[in-house]
């Protein structure tokens, strides 16, 4: 499965971003992670197949939103009261079933948040 994700960019602090990534097939879940500069590979959300069972980081819980949309293999992260700390590269992730590990890994789409 490829993954194209979109939607990064700047933003000033306590600003919203939406990103968007589009899978070229089917998935059981998909996710985000992220990468801030100098630091390592962080998860932040999940979201199974059908819509009905997700998972925050508690970084992102109460600002963070993920939602899908399966007629377009389409995975969504509505990013509100951003902070400096979220300044990321954002990577979409996916899995092929239930039980394996996040198998495809998008290009990633960097969101910086600063004044």
């Known amino acids: 499965v490829q993954l194209q994700a979109s939607g990064g960019g700047w933003v000033q602090p306590g600003g919203s971003l939406k990103l968007s990534c589009v899978a070229s097939?089917?998935?059981?879940?998909m996710g985000w992670f992220r990468q801030a500069p100098g630091k390592g590979r962080e998860f932040v959300a999940s979201i199974r197949w059908s819509g009905d069972l997700t998972n925050y980081a508690d970084s992102v819980k109460g600002r963070f939103t993920i939602s899908i949309n399966n007629a377009e293999n389409t995975v969504y992260l509505q990013m509100d009261s951003l902070n400096p700390e979220d300044t990321a590269t954002y990577y979409c992730?996916?899995?092929?079933?239930?039980?394996?590990?996040?198998?495809?890994w998008g290009q990633g789409t960097l969101v910086t948040v600063s004044s």
């Open positions: 992730v996916s899995t092929s079933d239930a039980f394996s590990g996040y198998d495809s």
């Open positions: 097939g089917s998935t059981y879940y």
